[in-house]
């Protein structure tokens, strides 16, 4: 759910599989998952949450009509007081 001071809505997401991405800081082993829209909607969104590191978001990507409309990709992060590394 997104939840804002005047309106709360419901969203529906999938997961859509698993691969290993390469963001600014290192690779890593991600689970891939799709916001569900309505049919003839043209934007489509997906995240990348790191397996390793507790489903850390690592990459979003929004898109409408093929062109990126938003992204965003890990550079740095730490972690319960731990740097995120790369996979060994």
């Given at each position: 759910?997104?939840?804002?001071?005047?309106?709360?809505?419901?969203?529906?997401?999938?997961?859509?599989?698993?691969?290993?991405?390469k963001?600014?800081?290192?690779?890593?082993?991600?689970?891939?998952?799709?916001?569900?829209?309505?049919?003839?909607?043209?934007?489509?969104?997906?995240?990348?949450?790191?397996s390793?590191?507790?489903?850390?978001?690592?990459?979003?990507?929004?898109?409408e009509d093929?062109?990126?409309?938003?992204?965003?990709?890990?550079?740095?992060?730490?972690?319960?007081?731990?740097?995120?590394?790369?996979?060994p």
């Open positions: 759910d997104m939840v804002d001071p005047d309106e709360s809505e419901s969203h529906l997401y999938r997961v859509t599989g698993t691969e290993v991405i963001t600014g800081l290192c690779n890593l082993n991600t689970i891939r998952v799709e916001r569900i829209r309505d049919a003839d909607s043209r934007r489509q969104t997906t995240f990348w949450f790191a390793d590191w507790e489903n850390l978001l690592v990459r979003f990507l929004q898109t093929g062109d990126t409309d938003s992204e965003l990709l890990l550079r740095e992060a730490t972690l319960g007081g731990q740097p995120v590394t790369p996979l």
